[in-house]
């Protein structure tokens, strides 16, 4: 990634965006504003924010449209829902299109700022290339093994399986022991 990571604020209220924008601005982070759902999505487009602080209640188009709309942009996008008219069905719907968290108005500065930090750095550490659980698997049987110098049946005790489920894993994975 290049440069400072992109936060896209979106609510059609002009002192609302100014207010957060305000509260999370920092050399950290450049910060982008849209006021409908359909500027939003063309900024969207053109910044490919890191993360985006959507208002549920949008003129033309709902929040949850616009998110959904992102999500088929870009299915790894990063949205925190903000909204005053907080219902557990538009909660239970941005979290199932994949919103990242869910704020309230009238919300506390202090909050909007943590909320967003704890995002943000939570965007910026997951790796390029997150390993696959056969992955994770064989590396482990390959140190366990490595630890017992190629003692298989130490090695399946101390993974907490069988013999058998070992040599299977062995075979399965092309796992060399001497």
Avoid: W
């Amino acid at each position: 990634m290049k440069g400072k990571p992109v936060v896209l604020i979106v609510d059609d209220d002009v002192d609302i965006c100014f207010l957060m924008a305000t509260a999370i601005q920092s050399e950290r982070v450049e910060i982008v504003t849209a006021h409908s759902g359909q500027e939003a999505l063309q900024l969207y487009e053109r910044h490919h924010p890191e993360l985006v602080l959507l208002d549920i209640q949008l003129p033309e188009m709902s929040g949850i449209e616009v998110l959904s709309r992102m999500r088929e942009i870009d299915g790894e996008c990063q949205v925190i829902m903000v909204t005053a008219y907080a219902t557990i069905e538009t909660a239970v719907q941005a979290m199932k299109l994949g919103a990242l968290d869910y704020i309230c108005k009238p919300f506390k500065l202090p909050h909007l700022r943590d909320t967003v930090q704890s995002a943000i750095d939570f965007i910026m550490s997951v790796p390029e290339h997150l390993p696959t659980l056969e992955e994770v698997e064989r590396k482990h049987i390959e140190k366990v093994l490595s630890e017992v110098e190629g003692n298989r049946r130490l090695a399946a005790e101390k993974l907490d399986i069988s013999l058998r489920t070992l040599y299977y894993k062995i075979k399965q994975y092309n796992i060399y022991t001497s």
